[in-house]
């Protein structure tokens, strides 16, 4: 059974920094696409970055040059360093695994998300 786990998620000012990590069990990161998405009340979820398992990042345009998608396929886990932190950052954030190595059929595991507020 596929988990994913995220944390690092909490309130911070406007201009600030958060981390997020997505650690994966039952799952086999290496070869796969995964990503960070975000989604509040009422809206759509919105893609925030995935990335290939080589390291080759997409980005959200809400959020580039701000925002980095790294992970290290050894530990299973994915990270988001989310940096110039604007309040319209606010949402719930979810960490996807996808089963295979292309991003653009979505992701076919999610995990149960992680709170992100930014407040000015």
């Known amino acids: 059974q596929v988990q994913l786990v995220e944390t690092g998620g909490g309130s911070v000012q406007a201009g600030g920094s958060l981390r997020l990590s997505c650690t994966a069990s039952?799952?086999?990161?290496?070869?796969?696409?995964m990503g960070w998405f975000r989604q509040n009340t009422g809206k759509d979820r919105e893609r925030v970055a995935t990335i290939f398992s080589s390291g080759i990042p997409n980005y959200g345009e809400s959020v580039k040059g701000r925002f980095k998608i790294s992970r290290d396929n050894a530990k299973n886990t994915l990270y988001l360093e989310m940096n110039s932190l604007k309040p319209e950052d606010t949402a719930m954030y979810y960490c996807?695994?996808?089963?295979?190595?292309?991003?653009?059929?979505?992701?076919?595991?999610w995990g149960n998300g992680t709170l992100v507020t930014v407040f000015s």
């Open positions: 039952g799952y086999t990161s290496n070869g796969k696409c």
């Open positions: 996807g695994a996808a089963k295979d190595w292309y991003c653009s059929s979505g992701m076919d595991y």
